[in-house]
Antibody, heavy 117, light 108 residues
Framework: EVQLVESGGGLVQPGGSLRLSCAAS????????MSWVRQAPGKGLEWVAK????????KYVDSVKGRFTISRDNAENSLYLQMNSLRAEDTAVYYC??????????WGQGTLVTVSS | SYVLTQPPSVSVAPGQTARITCGGS??????VHWYQQKPGQAPVLVVY???DRPSGIPERFSGSNSGNTATLTISRVEAGDEADFYC???????????FGGGTKLTVL
């Protein structure tokens, strides 16, 4: 059974940093593209970033470019999202998802990030 | 940037057929994927590559894609189908993933 479990969310002040983690199991993580998707409260889905198997290809939505960094540790079957210079508009549930062929096959349960003073 | 347009809401009686559209410029030339999200839950892939279903998704869910409109069709709608539905494509020009704004399906 595929499992994706996010952690690391919480309350942070504007300008602060947070690191999200996603623990993967039940599939060959090291062979999979992975991605982060977020959803602001009461809003729709927004793709945030994606990364290929060996970290040689990464891509970000324009609104987080230069502030967020996606990375992975294949030995630990883990995906990460380092978020710096956080803004109120980054408040959202952040989902980790497998991204095999340009779609999101499996999703985690999400972790809530709240940016507020 | 590429834009996908969905109707905010669709209502249907139980047992009837629901059709949720997703509009985009020449979307027929792209692969469209659909997700169902129930309140408080993570999204679930229900259709990928226009009209393929992941294992475990009922045959009642199907998709089509042509011209400027893709459509998710749910046959014999049940109360348990009530959810938000999102379409999604990959825009090769920008190498970005794009979601539609979402459609709330209400079962009357």
């Amino acid at each position: 059974e595929v499992q994706l479990v996010e952690s690391g969310g919480g309350l942070v002040q504007p300008g602060g940093s947070l690191r999200l983690s996603c623990a993967a199991s039940g599939f060959t993580f090291s062979s999979s593209w992975m991605s982060w998707v977020r959803q602001a409260p009461g809003k729709g889905l927004e793709w945030v970033a994606k990364i290929n198997q060996d970290e040689s290809e990464v891509k970000y939505v324009d609104s987080v470019k230069g502030r967020f960094t996606i990375s992975r540790d294949n030995a630990e079957n883990s995906l990460y999202l380092q978020m710096n210079s956080l803004r109120a508009e980054d408040t959202a549930v952040y989902y980790c998802a497998s991204f095999p062929l340009y779609y999101f096959a499996y999703w985690g349960q999400g972790t809530l990030v709240t940016v507020s003073s | 940037s590429y834009v996908l347009t969905q109707p905010p809401s669709v209502s249907v009686a139980p047992g009837q057929t629901a059709r949720i559209t997703c509009g985009g410029s020449d979307i027929g030339s792209k692969s469209v994927h659909w997700y169902q999200q129930k309140p408080g839950q993570a999204p679930v892939l229900v259709v990928y590559d226009d009209n393929d279903r992941p294992s475990g998704i009922p045959e009642r869910f199907s998709g089509s894609n042509s011209g400027n409109t893709a459509t998710l069709t749910i046959s014999r709608v049940e109360a348990g189908d009530e959810a938000d539905f999102y379409c999604q494509v990959w825009d090769h020009n920008s190498d970005h993933v794009v979601f539609g704004g979402g459609t709330k399906l209400t079962v009357l």
